[in-house]
């Protein structure tokens, strides 16, 4: 089902099953103003500005820059196209980025937020969130709470500062932990490996190593997974950390 902003405007959009999708532009939708059976998807094609519910919302946006904040609730928001900001608010959402530079507040609850492609940045909020940056030089805000922070790909956080995602809050007192797991760390034997945490150590050339330093105020992790000796990928923490193998889900 599909509206134009003329069928919109009144503020009583009554819908009683099927999917919403509502093309406009510059155009502030709330959904508590909207009658729609539980389950129905909200989708936006433009450039959005969308208040959700109450309720547990699904909120997407298309191509342009929206603005969707799911308020209370256990929401699924999708920024998809354009430089989005999320807000989850309160419950246990999920957002999600797409291409672009995206902006994805959890707020408070146990969240997930994933920022998929581009230069994006994370904010976990209050809670146990999970926060996975995607492609992209990424910045991951944990806030409060015992947060994890994933990385399923080499390629998620690079070796190169131009890649490499930054975590600003890592904190071993709040219990937060990095979530290699589903990284292959040795890409020359068949199968996915875990990582070994070699500490401050140098690679010793053996496939599979994981390893940090501190350097200039910040704290370095590097890996290795193909045994030359080099880092293939790499997290900053913008802080001095002793990190410590229980620090890593490996």
Do not use: C, P
Not at 59 to 68: K, N, P, V
Not at 213 to 238: C, H, M, P
Request: hydrophobic share 35%.
């Amino acid at each position: 089902m599909t509206f134009r902003a003329v069928d919109i405007i009144r503020n009583d959009l009554k819908v009683l099953a099927g999917n919403i999708t509502i093309n406009s532009n510059q155009l502030l939708i709330n959904v508590d103003d909207l009658h729609y059976m539980k389950g129905d998807v909200i989708s936006l094609q433009f450039g959005f500005n969308i208040n959700g519910s109450t309720a547990s919302d699904t909120l997407s946006g298309m191509a342009g820059r929206d603005l969707i904040r799911g308020f209370s609730g256990n929401d699924v928001i999708h920024g998809k196209a354009g430089n989005d900001v999320l807000y989850g608010g309160m419950g246990n959402d999920k957002l999600y980025g797409g291409a672009g530079r995206d902006i994805l507040n959890g707020d408070a609850g146990n969240d997930f937020l994933y920022g998929n492609a581009g230069n994006d940045t994370l904010n976990g909020g209050s809670g146990n969130d999970r926060l996975e940056g995607g492609a992209g030089a990424d910045k991951l805000y944990g806030g409060s709470g015992k947060d994890i922070f994933v990385f399923k790909w080499v390629k998620e956080s690079t070796a190169s500062a131009i890649g490499r995602d930054t975590i600003y809050d890592f904190s071993q007192k709040e219990k937060d932990r990095i979530d290699l797991k589903a990284i292959d760390a040795d890409t020359t034997i068949k199968k996915n490996q875990d990582f070994d945490f070699i500490g401050t150590k140098k690679f010793s050339k053996n496939a599979g190593e994981l390893r940090y330093e501190k350097k200039n105020g910040d704290t370095f992790i590097y890996g290795d997974v193909n045994g030359d000796g080099k880092a293939d990928f790499s997290v900053r923490l913008d802080s001095i950390v002793n990190l410590r193998e229980s620090d890593f889900i490996l």
